[in-house]
């Protein structure tokens, strides 16, 4: 259920998250949604719901696992080589307001949302302990490398990334708890 749902993001990441970040917003030119990971998941999905997975050679597979692997290692060192460029920036009276906004939404207000999914939604128990820990979660990190690639603001990006994480500590825990008991789980 956790792979569908993160399938889910990647597909709305590269889709709609690409779309905002260039400015373009939602309009006419929507060839500009085809790209590299947006065409890999859609291949994968779709070798995988026609049942033609296992007819992928065995060397392009071993490729693939090779590539999956160094994939979080390398989006790490990616995130943190931006970071690093960006955090000079973080300190100013604009930095806390957009971090406080930042806490208050993705740790307060979209948890409460989420939660209230969880709870009135007729799903299985499996996505509601999904959505329940979703709910929880700081601001993602990959974000920060999409605004520098795709001229958005990376230092905004950084604050929120880091602001969240930081207050996450304390509120992941509570929010979890809460939210197994508010979804009846």
């Not at 939602?26 to 779709?46: I, K, M, S, Y």
């Amino acid at each position: 259920m956790l792979f569908v749902h993160n399938v889910g993001v990647e597909f709305a990441l590269w889709t709609l998250g690409v779309r905002l970040l260039t400015g373009r917003g939602l309009g006419r030119d929507w060839r500009r949604l085809v790209n590299a990971p947006l065409l890999a998941v859609l291949l994968a999905l779709g070798l995988n719901t026609a049942g033609l997975a296992a007819a992928v050679p065995p060397v392009a597979r071993t490729a693939l696992h090779w590539l999956a692997g160094c994939a979080v290692p390398m989006a790490l060192i990616l995130i943190g080589a931006v970071v690093a460029d960006h955090l000079h920036e973080f300190h100013s009276a604009h930095s806390w307001r957009v971090i406080g906004m930042a806490v208050l939404l993705r740790l307060g207000v979209l948890p409460a949302l989420f939660l209230l999914l969880a709870r009135f939604l007729p799903v299985s128990v499996e996505l509601k302990r999904v959505i329940v820990l979703q709910a929880a979660m700081s601001s993602a990190v990959f974000p920060i490398v999409m605004a520098k690639h795709y001229g958005g603001d990376p230092p905004t990006a950084v604050r929120v990334v880091l602001g969240t994480s930081v207050v996450a500590l304390v509120t992941i825990p509570l929010w979890i708890r809460l939210g197994m008991k508010f979804a009846g789980l």
